[in-house]
């Protein structure tokens, strides 16, 4: 029978620390992304906003409308206005009946997003120039990145 060769040991190697993981990356666009204050995610004050949205929420985002597209149309915004008009036909075809193929929660992401644009309370205040409109273009990118295909499908329902 044979015994097994006793083998020297090598010095041990120096031990490292162990890498950290790469930070995760965001798929939906945030107030990170645009360079302002960077512990913000726009996915986080979309869904708070969500959250808090019912009957009069989607009331008030329907009669504040003007307001909403005056303001969208501005800075930051502005790219987004076509999107915002559209979010708005389809909270209001969604509050008269006439369009209710779409998830209440996805209103309620919509209406949340387009309310806050409506909200005096942003957590970057509109009056500073140059960031004023930046946490709102992130939460609106955040909202378009949740709800897209059911904005899609509204659009190609309202062409027919």
């Known amino acids: 029978m044979a015994t097994p060769k006793s083998r020297k ?39 708070e906003a969500a959250a808090k949205v019912g009957d009069a929420e989607i009331t008030a985002v329907i009669r504040g409308s003007k307001e909403i597209e005056e303001k969208a149309g501005r800075g930051l915004l502005a790219p987004f206005l076509n999107h915002v008009r559209d979010l708005l036909a389809l909270v209001t075809d969604y509050s008269r009946g006439r369009y209710r193929a779409i998830p209440l929660g996805s209103i309620a992401v919509i209406a949340g997003a387009l309310g806050y644009l409506l909200s005096p ?37 309202r062409r027919s």
Do not use: N, T
């Not at 890498?19 to 995610?41: E, F, N, Q, T, W």
């Open 9 to 47: 040991k090598s010095p041990a190697a120096p031990k490292r620390a162990p890498k950290s993981p790469a930070p995760r990356r965001s798929a939906a666009p945030s107030v990170r992304s645009l360079g302002a204050i960077p512990d913000l995610d726009s996915r986080v004050l979309l869904l």
């Open 121 to 157: 309370m942003d957590l970057i205040p509109d009056f500073i120039p140059g960031l004023g409109l930046v946490d709102d273009a992130g939460v609106i990118g955040a909202c378009l990145k949740v709800v897209r295909p059911q904005l899609e499908r509204y659009k190609a329902a």
